[in-house]
């Protein structure tokens, strides 16, 4: 596994973690190695997916290092460590258990812990945290992320919730780190019909939205 500096810098460089969520497990490989090739090196398994463990093993053992292979919807110290067991090398979880954190930096993991309030987000990083989930972001939007980094330029903050093509790019330039999409990039319906294409495409999109906006800022 790639230290932690770097896995946390490889979240970044694409700024895309496709979050993957689903009934069954049968294609997620295929769903894998579809987002990979539009683009998307970062992707997250729930747990909430069914052998979801099984899977990040199977997805490491085909995509090797070409990706980053992670694990979410993490709730406890057990599941995390269970998740780094079958070789998950970064963590998500939609709370803030200071466990959690420890547990995944004793596993040479990256972390990152769902917060809310700024309170929360600063709390979580003081901790150790490599960025802070804020979910849900849609009840938020991007301009709580440029509130909050104005006095608290140093957080790393990724929305998860309401992140879809025509709000990636004002979360990015609203100070994003890093984007996680669920359903509006894993689609559920491409997914039942076995297209792969359509999730490839979509991973592209994605990962141009994003370079155009941080480019659009660099220029500002």
């Known amino acids: 596994m790639p230290d932690r500096k770097a896995i946390a810098e490889r979240l ?12 069954d497990s049968e294609q997620l490989v295929d769903v894998a190695k579809a987002l990979l090739a539009g683009g998307v090196d970062c992707i997250e398994i729930t747990m909430t997916t069914p052998n979801a463990l099984q899977v990040i093993r ?24 269970d998740a780094l067991d ?20 004793k596993g040479g993991a990256a972390v990152i812990p769902g917060t809310f309030t700024p309170t929360e987000i600063h709390n979580a990083t003081k901790l150790g945290a490599d960025f802070c989930k804020v979910f849900p972001a849609a ?14 330029p140093h957080l790393k903050l990724t929305p998860t919730g309401g992140v879809n ?4 790019a004002d979360f990015i330039k609203a100070g994003a780190a890093t984007l996680a999409v669920g359903s509006a990039l894993v689609k559920k319906d ?7 294409d359509t999730l490839t495409d ?17 220029k500002s």
């Open 139 to 152: 009840r938020l939007g991007p301009a709580f992320f440029k509130d909050v980094l104005a006095p608290m």
């Open 165 to 168: 093509l025509d709000t990636a």
């Open 12 to 23: 970044c460089a694409k700024g895309i973690v496709a979050v993957v969520r689903a009934k």
């Open 202 to 218: 979509l991973a592209g999109k994605f990962v141009k939205t994003v370079a155009e906006a941080r480019a659009e800022m660099a």
């Open 86 to 105: 079958a070789g998950a090398q970064f963590v998500v979880s939609p709370i803030f258990d200071p466990e959690i954190i420890s547990v995944a930096h």
């Open 58 to 81: 199977e997805c490491l053992a085909v995509i090797g290092d070409q990706a980053l292979i992670g694990v979410g919807s993490v709730l406890d110290a057990q599941m995390c460590q």
């Open 190 to 196: 491409a997914i039942a019909a076995g297209d792969m």
